[in-house]
């Protein structure tokens, strides 16, 4: 009887358990579904079948002409000022060769081109017939309402076809959902596949979600622009009842620039990324074989309820070494069950939520007393929140509870940005485990530069430092002292260099003064204190244009307003960046005042140059400047800037105020 009833205290006590455990895996399941902490997770789900298992793949029917770098420079032709004459030659050899369709991924926006060379290109277009242009649809906000406007090609190109050119990136830019267009208006892949005869009424639609099949990691055949309309015997054959997609494909000119580059499943693996055209030609290429890859949510939300309960139920039924079995088997098995049905049956749901998720936590459940679980789940609820906080930052939070509120306010701070000179060849150089410690090393040298000086580190993105100054905390000399913390860097780093016999870690700086929202980005349970705004991408953006300069700290005159005479230092241009819409004058940062004297020479003479330099007397300019790397060789800026007149004497700018438009670079 005694027996009897342990057996049965027993066997509640296992249920029990069993329930609370398969309550549990699907409740865990279903948030990583639902919430953004599983995006990675769905996102992998879609990605690791096409890496782990297409390594190749061709499309034959579609080939891409692309306007690389190259064709550019053979042609003698810039993004900004393309001539479409040239668009109209290579039509004519299109239709010669006998392509079926050409489609432009090109918003032919810009009114300033030669009406001539448009109406050759019109009147070669319309001769071929089969000719589609890309297109923009651009949603503004006007007296508080949203108001959609399509752009087309100015005329005459507006009388031909087009479709629109966006493409539905994900927050990491990889393009996988099919962007099908608006109710009114298809996009350009779908436009082409209709102009084809094949007809997509039923497809694409608002409820509908398609998702791209990517063959491989560039299934299609690349032309380079210029080879094709300099030599295109050779490309006779190879274009022949293909259609043919011509698009940029050339790299962002400067950091912080939006670039036409997507990644795909095989970016982690390679580091290589396709370019929109090449996305536009992969969507026609599902819709013309009707092999684009569907999801069902609620499939999916079955199948995490079942995965959840079954596991929740039956492993806490097995002894420790079973369970584990049971879960690395019933792991295996959903694995090939999700890769089977994405690659054969053009269907995939988040399959790593369960393999990575929802088996562990099961496991986790079946080994683990459930009086437990309650306090595992409190400790590492503590340990991820001490994952996030630094002891600087919690101290302060101690302090200003306020800081823990979702939230935040406009505040003028002075901004620094840093990375690492080729970093990413340093990278593919060093051994994981040696560049974690270079790593550890370097931010050793660097992070208290910013701490000596009172600032705070909002961020350490991979070789980055994002650092604020003014924030949390009032500081009125906050511009001076990221001032200091740049030139601290620059003596850190040398005594660094001197005892690190790898790698010269020589770093760039870029710093700015503006107003920019500080505050706790997220909730009460996940914060992040932050700076966002135009000010924090303008500091960024000057850290990447010391690549062209050839210098290592620059600063805007914003912040220079605020520190006018405590530093040495020499303006460097106005320069204009895309997406700014103001002319921002650039100084770089030389010293502290002790370097006066001796700096006064090389720094007039650099004043003078870029005085005649501004004047549009770029002869007289390229003489200074090279007087001046007689006085101080290899000096970036003077190199910058005879380049820039070497080519302005070849080729004068058409309306010339002075500035630099980093869209020329």
């Known amino acids: 009887m005694k027996s009897h009833r342990n057996r049965l205290r027993n066997y509640f006590k296992l249920s029990r358990r069993s329930i609370i455990a398969s309550v549990l895996t699907c409740l865990v399941g279903l948030a990583f579904v639902f919430l953004p902490l599983g995006r990675s997770l769905r996102q992998y789900s879609y990605d690791l079948p096409f890496m782990l298992f297409r390594s190749s793949g061709t499309v034959s029917n579609i080939a891409i002409v692309q306007m690389d770098d190259r064709s550019f420079q053979d042609l003698e032709q810039s993004p900004a000022s393309f001539d479409r004459a040239l668009h109209g030659h290579l039509v004519d050899h299109l239709q010669q060769f006998g392509a079926r369709l050409a489609a432009f991924d090109i918003l032919f926006l810009d009114k300033s081109g030669a009406p001539e060379s448009d109406a050759a290109f019109y009147r070669a277009s319309t001769n071929f017939g089969n000719v589609i242009l890309g297109a923009g649809l651009f949603s503004r906000k006007q007296n508080g309402v949203t108001e959609t406007k399509l752009e087309r090609a100015v005329p005459p190109l507006e009388a031909l076809p087009f479709g629109l050119a966006s493409i539905a990136a994900d927050a990491d830019r990889e393009a996988r959902r099919i962007y099908s267009g608006t109710e009114r208006f298809r996009s350009l892949p779908f436009k082409v596949a209709e102009m084809l005869g094949v007809s997509t009424t039923n497809i694409g639609g608002p409820n509908q979600e398609m998702w791209l099949n990517y063959y491989g990691p560039h299934p299609f055949l690349k032309i380079p622009y210029a080879e094709l309309l300099l030599a295109p015997e050779k490309w006779s054959n190879a274009v022949a009842g293909k259609v043919i997609f011509i698009g940029r494909a050339t790299e962002a000119g400067y950091a912080g620039e939006e670039k036409e580059q997507f990644r795909s499943p095989w970016t982690p693996l390679d580091n290589d990324f396709v370019y929109g055209v090449e996305v536009h030609a992969l969507t026609l290429a599902n819709v013309l074989n009707g092999d684009w890859l569907k999801r069902s949510p609620a499939a999916e ?204 870690l020589k770093t760039r700086v870029g710093m700015h003064t503006g107003e920019a929202s500080v505050g706790n980005i ?92 501004c004047d549009g007397e770029f002869s007289a300019a390229q003489v200074t400047f090279e007087e001046i790397l007689a006085m101080k060789a290899s000096d970036g800026p003077s190199i910058f800037y005879r380049d820039f007149c070497i080519k302005y004497q070849k080729h004068p700018p058409s309306e010339w105020l002075g500035e630099i438009k980093m869209d020329e670079k």
């Open 301 to 504: 939300i079955v199948i995490i309820v079942l995965v959840g309960l079954g596991l929740g139920f039956f492993l806490p039924q097995f002894g420790p070494l079973v369970s584990i079995l049971v879960a690395f088997g019933t792991a295996f098995l959903i694995f090939g069950t999700g890769c089977a049905t994405h690659l054969q049956f053009n269907w995939w749901f988040a399959w790593l939520i369960p393999v990575a998720i929802q088996v562990p936590v099961a496991l986790g459940c079946s080994i683990t007393a459930s009086t437990l679980q309650a306090y595992v789940e409190v400790k590492n609820l503590e340990h991820s929140l001490s994952l996030h906080l630094s002891p600087e930052r919690a101290r302060q939070l101690a302090k200003r509870r306020e800081l823990l509120e979702p939230g935040a306010h406009p505040q003028v701070i002075s901004i620094l940005f840093s990375d690492i000179q080729s970093f990413s060849t340093i990278c593919d150089r060093t051994r994981l485990g040696e560049l974690m410690q270079l790593l550890n090393q370097y931010f050793e040298a660097v992070l208290p530069c910013v701490k000596d000086t009172n600032g705070t580190v909002i961020k350490l993105i991979g070789d980055a430092v994002f650092a604020v100054w003014n924030a949390p905390e009032p500081q009125p000399n906050h511009a001076e002292l990221a001032c200091r913390a740049a030139l601290l860097l620059r003596e850190r780093l040398i005594e660094f260099e001197a005892e690190n016999e790898s790698f010269r």
């Open 522 to 613: 997220g909730s009460r349970e996940r914060f992040d204190y932050t700076a966002v705004g135009p000010a924090i991408n303008l500091a960024a953006r000057l850290e990447g244009l010391n690549k062209y300069l050839g210098t290592d700290i620059l600063l805007t005159d914003d912040l220079l307003e605020h520190v006018p005479k405590l530093f040495v230092t020499r303006p460097v241009g106005h320069f204009r960046f895309k997406g700014l819409d103001r002319v921002v004058k650039i100084h770089e940062l030389i010293g502290n005042l002790d370097v006066a004297e001796s700096s006064k020479p090389w720094r007039e003479k650099f004043r003078e140059g870029m005085r005649k330099f």
